[in-house]
């Protein structure tokens, strides 16, 4: 499967969540449900923030007579120096709540979405980014307000996200350094100097701005953050100190656990990056069930969940990772941010499925009819598939149909990588890429299969080389890997397998370059040392596969092969520094690993009749359950006629509608426009319903318009709030036919 590069893979996932935030128009509307503010605050977090604990001291002092404010702006500061942009941007709005015209408040507003990952983006002329656009409008509006630091800060987001700049990095680190010249003493300017510095030059001297922020405030969280990120990817090691410490800066920050995780994983402290990868998935979904979120609601959870199944496997811990990559692909589907065809959640869980699947070499589970949810729609589906069953059927001597797999691969690469409107003059070949690695692999190992022994070995030689090529580059998509394994890791098998040991080791060694620690090369290691006749050698490795993989699934091959060597190994550390053994039960103190639906708050409503409603009276049944603005809103009623026209097949589905309004039961009785027989209606005294379930905008007091399906055991399944409401009657159903499969 493949995936992109280090940044570029959590930049997908972001942009996939701005479309969560993402308005059609930046106007004031004055429509029921839409902000009078403008369009750009019809989205996003819409009730109150609460004081967030754990997320780092950073304060950052700006113009305001609210002390409250200010204490506000402090907590979205903090937050967005760990990329919890979501948060952020609730605790920015109670600001300009407490005081409108605040200019750094908008400038603040604006950064939720015009950040570190989005610095590169080439084109901010989609729907995603014009809310970000007005809040950086406003602020500019405000400039002449406000201090002459503050300017500063609010011209370098003008300058570097000018409609017609073109390095918008470079202008911005430009920008962000004539601040810590005039003003050397703010250390937020240097923190944000040194993480928009990221790539733009030196690492080394990167880091000695880095170490000035931390000279002052040692768990500085940007500080941290920004080392890791400095030196992942580009040696990694240097990023230790920050990774021990950036989690005890902002420990109730799920994104301030994870980061340390890449660096681990990639100098092979596999159990301590297990232990960072579990501790930040578990952190963000202990947020998501206080806070009601669903995953695609909350992006950084996908790629943690992703990592962690990365991680577990290089553990030998199959079965965990399999389940975590199943709960991803049950999690909530969602027509716009997690769609049947590989939304942002269900795309990582099929990645992490296949990866795991090829790595463990479970070829019948790959082949069996409804072994993995193909994503057969579009073309990057129909490649991973082909991929994977190409190496399933040649692993189990169906060779015909391997090199089938392999020729539709190469026409889908060669489909992929041709430009959409044909380029009118001759044009040199593209360069290889990831895709062709992917189609060179398969290749290789299809031609081994039908004992074409030389060309297999040749294409996989090739593959090696171009995967190397692309690591050197820092172009590999690594974030996690989409791929199995390095593919001088399969040359190492084949080489051993075939007798040729002194090949079969350098082979091995190489891919513990790349991937240091890998349990299956130490087991080949172990393997070839042994059949040489090198007793001493082949013990060391299996001492360290046996440390590695001291938590793994019993009777996994690569484990027991080595076993039966009866070279009584002890286990053997080979780590850059000690670390704790990854033992998933003593991180449970935290909250759950894997995804489950959370209970639906209380309702507690009144039906026309005046009788007393909640949820439990439909116990067995699932439930639509709609918050609507009454009978004066068209779209309101709209959206109901609609549902109560569909109602024999929500029957079928054994789902009942209910919609709550703030209308008293006597006016609900007496509309005619909400005659719709089918439609439970009830009413909500003074919003507390519609507070409970998180629909109601405490920043404008006003009732917004929401949609949930709670299922027969009366957790919540999916729900959309926002301005408008959801008018998607066919998605609603077939979520219900997902909700009512067996599990």
């Given at each position: 499967m493949e995936c992109v590069p280090t940044k570029s893979c959590q930049l997908t996932l972001f942009l996939l969540f701005l479309l969560l935030l993402a308005p059609t128009i930046c106007v004031a509307d004055d429509a029921p449900g839409h902000s009078k503010h403008g369009s750009a605050f019809d989205s996003g977090m819409?009730?109150?923030?609460?004081?967030?604990?754990?997320?780092?001291?950073?304060?950052?002092?700006?113009?305001?007579?609210?002390?409250?404010?200010?204490?506000?702006?402090?907590?979205?500061?903090?937050?967005?120096?760990?990329?919890?942009?979501?948060?952020?941007?609730?605790?920015?709005?109670?600001?300009?709540?407490?005081?409108?015209?605040?200019?750094?408040?908008?400038?603040?507003?604006?950064?939720?979405?015009?950040?570190?990952?989005?610095?590169?983006?080439?084109?901010?002329?989609?729907?995603?980014?014009?809310?970000?656009?007005?809040?950086?409008?406003?602020?500019?509006?405000?400039?002449?307000?406000?201090?002459?630091?503050?300017?500063?800060?609010?011209?370098?987001?003008?300058?570097?996200?000018?409609?017609?700049?073109?390095?918008?990095?470079?202008?911005?680190?430009?920008?962000?350094?004539?601040?810590?010249?005039?003003?050397?003493?703010?250390?937020?300017?240097?923190?944000?100097?040194?993480?928009?510095?990221?790539?733009?030059?030196?690492?080394?001297?990167?880091?000695?701005?880095?170490?000035?922020?931390?000279?002052?405030?040692?768990?500085?969280?940007?500080?941290?953050?920004?080392?890791?990120?400095?030196?992942?990817?580009?040696?990694?090691?240097?990023?230790?100190?920050?990774?021990?410490?950036?989690?005890?800066?902002?420990?109730?920050?799920?994104?301030?656990?994870?980061?340390?995780?890449?660096?681990?994983?990639?100098?092979?402290?596999?159990?301590?990056?297990?232990?960072?990868?579990?501790?930040?998935?578990?952190?963000?979904l202990r947020y998501m069930n206080d806070r009601l979120a669903l995953p695609f609601e909350t992006w950084n959870y996908p790629h943690n969940r992703n990592y962690l199944c990365y991680i577990q496997e290089q553990l030998g811990m199959a079965e965990a990772s399999l389940k975590g990559s199943a709960d991803m692909l049950a999690a909530p589907r969602d027509p716009e941010y997690n769609p049947e065809n590989m939304g942002a959640i269900a795309g990582q869980g099929l990645e992490a499925r296949v990866r795991a699947l090829i790595k463990f070499e479970k070829w019948d589970q790959i082949l069996a009819p409804k072994g993995i949810e193909w994503s057969d729609k579009e073309d990057y589906g129909k490649l991973g598939r082909a991929f994977a069953e190409a190496l399933a059927f040649s692993a189990t001597g169906k060779n015909f149909e391997a090199r089938e797999r392999v020729t539709s691969l190469r026409a889908l690469v060669e489909k992929l990588k041709t430009p959409p409107v044909p380029i009118p003059v001759p044009a040199p070949a593209p360069p290889p890429s990831p895709l062709d690695l992917m189609a060179d692999i398969a290749d290789g190992i299809v031609s081994l299969g039908e004992g074409n022994v030389l060309e297999g070995q040749r294409k996989l030689l090739n593959a090696a080389d171009l995967e190397q090529k692309f690591r050197d580059k820092g172009e590999y998509p690594n974030d996690p890997p989409g791929q199995a394994w390095p593919v001088m890791r399969l040359l190492g098998d084949h080489y051993r397998k075939s007798g040729d040991n002194k090949l079969a080791i350098d082979c091995y060694e190489r891919a513990l370059k790349n991937e240091p620690n890998d349990g299956f090369s130490l087991s080949g290691l172990a393997l070839a040392h042994f059949a040489s006749g090198n007793r001493e050698q082949a013990t060391l490795y299996a001492g360290r596969l046996s440390y590695v993989w001291s938590q793994a699934d019993p009777n996994l091959k690569w484990l027991e092969d080595v076993r039966k060597l009866g070279l009584d190994a002890k286990p053997v550390a080979q780590t850059p520094r000690p670390e704790r053994v990854y033992r998933p039960k003593e991180l449970d103190i935290i909250g759950p690993m894997n995804w489950q639906p959370f209970q639906a708050p209380n309702l507690k409503v009144i039906d026309r009749s005046g009788k007393s409603v909640g949820l439990q009276d439909f116990k067995g049944k699932n439930v639509v359950l709609v918050f609507?603005?009454?009978?004066?809103?068209?779209?309101?009623?709209?959206?109901?006629?609609?549902?109560?026209?569909?109602?024999?097949?929500?029957?079928?589905?054994?789902?009942?509608?209910?919609?709550?309004?703030?209308?008293?039961?006597?006016?609900?009785?007496?509309?005619?426009?909400?005659?719709?027989?089918?439609?439970?209606?009830?009413?909500?005294?003074?919003?507390?319903?519609?507070?409970?379930?998180?629909?109601?905008?405490?920043?404008?007091?006003?009732?917004?318009?929401?949609?949930?399906?709670?299922?027969k055991s009366g957790r919540v399944r999916w729900k959309r709030t926002g301005g408008d409401p959801f008018t998607n009657i066919d998605f609603l159903l077939n979520e219900l036919k997902r909700v009512n499969r067996p599990q």
């Amino acid at each position: 499967m493949e995936c992109v590069p280090t940044k570029s893979c959590q930049l997908t996932l972001f942009l996939l969540f701005l479309l969560l935030l993402a308005p059609t128009i930046c106007v004031a509307d004055d429509a029921p449900g839409h902000s009078k503010h403008g369009s750009a605050f019809d989205s996003g977090m819409r009730t109150r923030p609460w004081v967030i604990k754990g997320i780092g001291d950073t304060p950052f002092p700006i113009s305001t007579k609210s002390p409250e404010a200010q204490k506000w702006f402090d907590q979205g500061n903090a937050l967005l120096h760990s990329f919890w942009f979501e948060e952020a941007e609730r605790s920015f709005r109670w600001c300009l709540k407490l005081e409108p015209d605040n200019a750094m408040t908008y400038w603040s507003l604006a950064r939720c979405g015009f950040n570190w990952f989005t610095v590169g983006v080439p084109n901010y002329d989609d729907k995603n980014f014009e809310r970000y656009k007005a809040f950086l409008s406003e602020a500019v509006r405000r400039k002449s307000k406000v201090t002459e630091r503050e300017r500063l800060y609010i011209e370098a987001w003008e300058k570097a996200y000018a409609p017609q700049e073109k390095n918008r990095a470079k202008t911005m680190v430009a920008a962000l350094q004539q601040i810590v010249i005039r003003f050397p003493d703010d250390m937020e300017a240097k923190s944000l100097l040194a993480l928009y510095n990221i790539g733009q030059g030196s690492a080394f001297a990167n880091e000695l701005l880095i170490q000035q922020v931390l000279a002052k405030n040692p768990l500085h969280p940007g500080a941290h953050h920004a080392s890791i990120h400095n030196w992942d990817g580009v040696s990694s090691d240097q990023a230790i100190k920050s990774c021990e410490l950036y989690g005890k800066s902002a420990p109730d920050i799920g994104h301030a656990m994870h980061m340390p995780g890449h660096i681990y994983s990639k100098i092979g402290m596999w159990h301590e990056a297990a232990i960072a990868m579990d501790s930040a998935t578990r952190t963000e979904l202990r947020y998501m069930n206080d806070r009601l979120a669903l995953p695609f609601e909350t992006w950084n959870y996908p790629h943690n969940r992703n990592y962690l199944c990365y991680i577990q496997e290089q553990l030998g811990m199959a079965e965990a990772s399999l389940k975590g990559s199943a709960d991803m692909l049950a999690a909530p589907r969602d027509p716009e941010y997690n769609p049947e065809n590989m939304g942002a959640i269900a795309g990582q869980g099929l990645e992490a499925r296949v990866r795991a699947l090829i790595k463990f070499e479970k070829w019948d589970q790959i082949l069996a009819p409804k072994g993995i949810e193909w994503s057969d729609k579009e073309d990057y589906g129909k490649l991973g598939r082909a991929f994977a069953e190409a190496l399933a059927f040649s692993a189990t001597g169906k060779n015909f149909e391997a090199r089938e797999r392999v020729t539709s691969l190469r026409a889908l690469v060669e489909k992929l990588k041709t430009p959409p409107v044909p380029i009118p003059v001759p044009a040199p070949a593209p360069p290889p890429s990831p895709l062709d690695l992917m189609a060179d692999i398969a290749d290789g190992i299809v031609s081994l299969g039908e004992g074409n022994v030389l060309e297999g070995q040749r294409k996989l030689l090739n593959a090696a080389d171009l995967e190397q090529k692309f690591r050197d580059k820092g172009e590999y998509p690594n974030d996690p890997p989409g791929q199995a394994w390095p593919v001088m890791r399969l040359l190492g098998d084949h080489y051993r397998k075939s007798g040729d040991n002194k090949l079969a080791i350098d082979c091995y060694e190489r891919a513990l370059k790349n991937e240091p620690n890998d349990g299956f090369s130490l087991s080949g290691l172990a393997l070839a040392h042994f059949a040489s006749g090198n007793r001493e050698q082949a013990t060391l490795y299996a001492g360290r596969l046996s440390y590695v993989w001291s938590q793994a699934d019993p009777n996994l091959k690569w484990l027991e092969d080595v076993r039966k060597l009866g070279l009584d190994a002890k286990p053997v550390a080979q780590t850059p520094r000690p670390e704790r053994v990854y033992r998933p039960k003593e991180l449970d103190i935290i909250g759950p690993m894997n995804w489950q639906p959370f209970q639906a708050p209380n309702l507690k409503v009144i039906d026309r009749s005046g009788k007393s409603v909640g949820l439990q009276d439909f116990k067995g049944k699932n439930v639509v359950l709609v918050f609507f603005l009454g009978d004066a809103c068209v779209h309101c009623v709209g959206q109901l006629k609609s549902l109560n026209d569909r109602s024999a097949e929500f029957d079928g589905q054994d789902t009942i509608v209910l919609a709550v309004c703030s209308e008293s039961p006597a006016k609900l009785k007496a509309s005619k426009a909400l005659d719709q027989s089918n439609v439970k209606f009830l009413s909500d005294n003074a919003h507390e319903n519609a507070r409970r379930f998180s629909s109601y905008d405490d920043f404008e007091e006003m009732e917004l318009h929401s949609t949930i399906l709670i299922d027969k055991s009366g957790r919540v399944r999916w729900k959309r709030t926002g301005g408008d409401p959801f008018t998607n009657i066919d998605f609603l159903l077939n979520e219900l036919k997902r909700v009512n499969r067996p599990q």
